[in-house]
Structures are given as C-alpha cells and as structure tokens.
C-alpha cells in the first residue's frame, strides 16, 4: 500500500500545482472544489468495482437480468451514481446535456453530475461543492485528466481509501487549508492506533471534532475486517464547528459507502446530537491547547462532570486559557456505563498543572484510564511536536479497575520522508498486542505471532526463484565480456584510449581478464552458498509446514530454529551486492580504459541494457531477502518481550501502573515517568537498524544515480565515436 500510495503522490498534487499557475483562483477557492473531483473519482472507482459484483448476483427471469438498482449499491457499502456523475462520462463526452436537453459547459456538466449524486444519496444533500463554473473549461479539463490516470483508476481497497485522505494532506502541508493545529486532517497511523485499541464494533460512535471523518473511515474498515457491515454494526456521529469540513466529513464517509449523521456546530458550546451517557465509542483529534474560549458559555455544561470543571482562567483574556481538559471531560462524559474513548491529546496535557492537575486526578479517580501512549515527533504534517493517545474504558473488569497500562512509542516509528514519520502495518499490530496481552487477550498475540511465521515462510518460498533469475543475466554479461575481451586482443588498433602503446594495452586487457576470472570463481563460489542455503532454507520451510506450531512454545522454537539462518540470509544480501558492484566497475574499466565498445560483440546499447536488468534484479532479490528479515525481525520483537506470551512490564517500553503509582508522580499520565530508560541504549536495536539501513539506501539511491548518470554519459560517447 505504501509503495502504491507513493507512486500517485506526484500525480495527485499536480493538479495543485496546476491550479496555482492557471487558474484565476486562489487555493482557498480552489481546494474544495478540487476535492469534490477527487471525490468523483474514488467513487466512480469504488462504484465500477461494486457494480461488476452486484451484476454477477442480479436475479434472472425468463432469461432477463434484474435492471440495477440505487439499494445494490447500498447492500455492498458504496453510492449509485447516475450516469452522467460517473467520472467517465464527464471526461469522454464531447458535448453535455442536462435532461432538458440544454447544452452545458464543463463547469455546469461537473455541477449537474453533483446535484445528481445529492438528490440520490441524501446524506451528501447540499455537501458536495457547486461552484465549478467560475472555473475555465481547459483548466476543469485538465483536471479531469490528471485524476484519470491508470494508477489512480486502478488502485484499490485501502490504497485507494488514502487517496482522499493524502490530498487533504498536501492541502495541510501547504497551508492552504485545514488547521494548523491539526484538528483537520489526523494521521492515518494514528487514527488506526486508536481504532486498534478501542475496537468499535457496535452501538454508537461518535466523533466530537470529526474534520474530514477520518475516525469514521478507519472505523468502517476495521468493523468490515471483522467481516460485519458497519451499517449494521454500528452509528456514526459527529460534529465539527466548520460547515465546508462538515461536507467533507460527509463526502468521505459517503464514498467508503458509511453513513454518518455529521452536524455543524462549536463542540465547545453546542451538543447537537444530545449523546451525553449514550455512546460505546468516542474516538477524536481536538484542537491542541485552545485559548480563548468563554468560561460563560461553558460554565453551566452538564458534560463537565468534576468538580473542577474549568481548568483555568486567564487574567489578560479573562478566558479559558487552555481546552485541553475540557476536551477530557466531554469525552467521559459522552461514554455509556461500558464505553470506551480513544483520543489524541498534547503531550504536554498528561503532566499538566494547576487546574489541569485537578481535573486530571478526578478523572483518574474514575478508574476509566485504561491505556496512555506516548508518539513521537514528526506524525503530523503541520506540526513536528510529539503527542499523547489516550484512552478511556468504563467497562474495566474488577482485577484492571485501579490499573493503567503505560506505553512509550516514542522510539517506534518509520521514517516516510525527512519531515514525517508513521507507523508500519506491523508495528500498530506489535503495539496493539501489548493491549492485548494487559487486557489477558494472549490468544491474539498468539495468532499474531503465527501470522508473522506464516509470512516469513511464504517468503521463504520466493526466494529460490529469484536469487537463481540472476543467474542467467550476470552469465550472458560474463561471457559476452569474454568475447569482447578476446576480440579486443586481436583487433587492428588495439590501444589504450590514452594512447599508450599496444604492449601496454595487452597488459591492460591482461589485468581485466584476470579480474574478470577472478569475478566469475567469486560468482560460482557465492552461487554454490546460496544453493545450499536455499536448500536447508527450503527444508527448514517444508518442516514448518508439515508442523505448523499450535501455541506460544512451539512458535518460540521455531523462532530458534530459523535464527542460525539470519547471518546466511544477511552475508548472501551483502556478497551479491558486492558481486554486481564488481561487476558494473569491471564494465566501466573496460569501455572507459580499454575501449571495449569498438568490439563487435560488445554491442553498447545492448550491454546498457543487460547491466540495468542485472541490477534490476538484484535489487528484487535483495528486497525478497530484507523481506525475509523483516518477518523474522517482527517475530523476533514480540518475543524478546513477551516471552510467555502473558503481560510484563518491559524496561523502556510499558509498564501497568496502579492508582497509587499515579497519585505518588504528581497525578502524571506520561508514559516516560513511568517505564524507564533502557541502560546505555537510546533505542530499540531493531528500529535503530531499520532507520540506518532506510538512510542507507537513500544514499545507495543518490549513488545509483550519479553512477547511472557518469555510464551514460561515457556510453553515448562511446556510440558517438563508434
């Protein structure tokens, strides 16, 4: 999904870039309306894909399939839409119509297709952005053209759920809308660790600071993972203060086919769906450290349950000086006697004082904080400040009812590019199995462990094929350079390039083909360890087949048993990448010294070619080898700490803290005061290999490049004296 993701980025914010050079409209006129076209987009996608299915399942009588209908698409969680609002027939017709047969720009087609989809769905009525005829028609085609591209027409499930999510992202990043304070776009990363955590699969779920209803969206997903259909499952609520994020809010839950009753209002001082004590779930990004909010309007709040109530009042504004404990309240507040609550707060909230600290102990005092992590820096896009997720459960069981389980992710995270990190997929999973086993779920840790061992040796079974492609290749390079090496020693001006005389050249050649010999005994040498680490490998795979370990102990001795194969795996990566290195420079040595392109059998273009494939190769053979390690490595994370697949305290990591704990450090909800410092050890050895090797390859990446770059400048020099 990330690599997908990455590939369309480009793509997705030309449109942006286009905008800013041709249109007579500034980004705050543009933004929306360019959503509304990705909207378009992702639902004609999801509604082609949906449509295929229904189709197949369509009733026959005497012979006639069932014309579709609007409800089909609801059934399989996606929106009709009619044809003229499908993406399409807006950028394949040549002349518009509307019903009346009135001819239309492309400013109003793109308008009627929406005012279309409002009368169809009735969720999005007056949602979707109208305003497309203040644009100039090559601008809205181009548009169009750019979010017609293959990669966005073809992605899929998830990736393309992301779409959406990472334009609203750009729009962040740019400043050209949404908050700055992050309230309206919140990392996916995020939003999935809350939903992992909290797991709403039933009843209400509300969102009080909803922005572009992200928490909706992830919810959607997981309940549909779970195999339920999330408009049975569950309802969704949710309010924001801005009506333009109230459309998007209802534009993103409407085309991952959910429904939503979204409302316009300042949570702060309006309860529009009345739902205090009614919710299962409550999951939210408030703004951070809000000032300026009227103690008048909020004193007499029913929904601020301590004694408290206001945390503090600021003598210049004589306003509330920080909401961040309002926020606290209101979400216990909106739970019902079983409900949890997941939301992400200032890190600086969790060890606040003052007022603060007062509402904060009376919250504790409830005994409904379950579960605080700690996130490092850099998951927000506007914003490289490190944050809190907290979680409430008012449905604790009576051996956890005085107990908080504190975890520090501060050192786990994947650096996406210099500015922003996230979490893996496998690393929100490694989290949320130390939720698991603190609420005695060992079972799914169990399963998750075997999920990982199946990866790893579905991996294991790939990697035959690939690391023997390369055979082929590197032997056709070897032998054609051989010939050209022995046609070069006969040939009628066989020189140096520098002129030298032909005895010195011979030598040269001489030197070249002794190395080249040697290149080949190290290639025969690396290919004879790697057929043998294969076969053991291959073995070692078909034992793990035909005993598939039931339990936490057979797992482990798996685990032991494939460690001695981690130093092969790793010496195999690091020899081929030599081999091929070696390779390349004896090429380079030989047309740039010898002037092996002048010989018939080189063939220069050619030659490119084969040492672009080679590389190509090893490149996927290194990755499938990385891969391997990388299942192994998350086996291996899990089982360092949890051992016994039970609950236990880990050094630097996490730590369930009692009442008492939390009374004796100040009433203090950071993870950090609690879990220690690992001894002369910054950070997980792991994550600390992952980050070294992701700068790595950026600088394998940048050398690649100039090597590439310095090649072909010789080898079209080479063809211009040929």
């Known amino acids: 999904m990330t690599n997908n993701i990455s590939k369309l980025q480009s793509d997705l914010f030309e449109s942006a870039d286009f905008l800013r050079t041709n249109s007579k409209l500034n980004a705050n006129e543009y933004a929306v309306p360019v959503l509304g076209i990705i909207f378009l987009r992702q639902a004609t996608t999801r509604f082609n894909r949906v449509r295929d299915g229904i189709v197949a399942g369509l009733p026959q009588r005497n012979g006639v399939t069932r014309p579709l209908r609007p409800e089909d698409f609801t059934a399989a969680s ?57 644009f100039e028609n090559d601008v809205l085609v181009e548009l169009l053209r750019i979010f017609n591209r293959d990669a966005l027409k073809e992605a899929e499930g998830d990736v393309f759920g992301r779409i959406y999510e990472y334009f609203l992202t750009k729009f962040s990043m740019s400043g050209e809308s949404a908050s700055d304070d992050g309230q309206f776009f919140t990392p996916p990363s995020l939003v999935r660790l809350i939903v992992n955590v909290i797991e709403p699969d039933s009843g209400i779920v509300f969102d009080p600071a909803c922005g572009s209803g992200g928490m909706s969206v992830q919810t959607g997903y997981f309940i549909r993972k779970q195999g339920d259909s999330p408009d049975h499952a569950v309802t969704f609520y949710g309010q924001e203060k801005s009506d333009s994020t109230v459309n998007l809010a209802r534009m993103n839950l409407a085309v991952h086919g959910l429904e939503g009753k979204i409302a316009q209002g300042n949570t702060y001082y309006v309860d529009r769906h009345q739902l205090a004590g009614k919710c299962s779930f409550v999951m939210a990004n408030p703004p951070f450290n809000t000032d300026g909010i009227d ?22 504004t004589e306003k509330v000086s920080n909401g961040n404990y309002l926020w606290a309240q209101y979400f216990y507040s909106y739970l019902n006697d079983t409900g949890r609550a997941g939301f992400v707060m200032a890190s600086s909230a969790s060890d606040a004082g003052h007022g603060e600290r007062e509402i904060r102990k009376e919250i504790i005092a409830t005994n409904a904080v379950d579960v605080m992590i700690a996130i490092g820096t850099n998951f927000f896009f506007t914003r490289t400040l490190p944050c809190m997720l907290w979680f409430y459960d008012k449905g604790k069981p009576i051996e956890r009812r005085d107990k908080t389980l504190m975890i520090d992710a501060r050192s786990i995270f994947r650096v996406v590019t210099r500015k922003i990190n996230d979490f893996s997929d496998e690393q929100l999973a490694n989290i949320t199995a130390i939720v698991w086993l603190y609420r005695g779920e060992n079972d799914r840790y169990v399963q998750l462990v075997g999920g990982y061992l199946d990866s790893l040796y579905e991996q294991v079974d790939t990697l035959s094929g690939v690391l023997k492609s390369l055979d082929e290749p590197m032997t056709k390079i ?17 020189k140096l390039e520098n002129g030298e005389d032909d005895e010195l050249a011979l030598q040269a050649i001489a030197r070249v083909s002794a190395e080249l010999a040697t290149w080949k005994h190290d290639y025969d040498a690396w290919k004879d360890t790697r057929n043998t680490l294969l076969t053991t490998l291959a073995n070692e795979r078909q034992s793990f087949v035909d005993n598939r370990p039931k339990d936490n102990a057979e797992q482990k001795e798996r685990h032991a048993a494939f460690e001695p194969f981690v130093s092969e795996i790793k010496e195999c990566q690091r020899e ?31 030659m490119r070619r084969a040492r672009k494939g080679v590389e190509q190769q090893r490149d996927e053979a290194t990755d ?25 305290d880990v050094l630097g990591l996490c730590k369930v803290v009692a ?14 005061r609690y879990v220690g410092v690992v001894p002369n050890q910054m950070d997980d050895d792991d994550m600390f290999e992952d980050r070294m090797e992701t700068i790595h390859e950026e600088l394998m990446v940048l050398g690649k490049q100039a090597q590439e770059l310095h090649q072909t400048i010789l080898d079209n020099y080479q063809e211009l004296i040929a």
Do not use: C
């Open 576 to 606: 081929l990448g030599q081999l091929v290195r070696e390779l390349i420079k004896l090429m380079g040595v030989a047309t740039k010294e010898l002037g092996i392109g002048k010989t018939d059998a080189w063939h220069t273009t050619q």
């Open 295 to 316: 103690p008048d309007k909020v004193k007499g709040d029913g929904r601020l349950f301590t004694k408290k109530k206001i945390p503090g009042i600021s003598a210049k």
């Open 478 to 494: 070897y032998d054609t350079f051989g010939e050209a090496l022995v046609e070069l020693k006969t040939h009628d001006d066989t």
């Open 624 to 648: 499938a080898l990385k891969q391997t390690l990388y299942w192994h490595r998350q086996v291996e994370w899990l089982q360092s700490r949890f051992p016994d697949a039970e609950y236990t």
């Open 659 to 672: 009442r008492d704990e939390i009374t004796a450090k100040d009433d203090s909800l950071s993870p950090g």
């Open 78 to 134: 996606a929106i009709y839409l009619p044809e003229q609002s499908r993406y399409e027939y807006l950028v394949e017709t040549k002349q518009f119509e509307d019903e009346h047969g009135r001819q239309l720009s492309m400013g109003e087609a793109i308008n009627h297709a929406m005012e279309l989809i409002e009368d169809q769905t009735p969720m999005l009525k007056g949602a979707l952005p109208n305003g497309y005829t203040k």
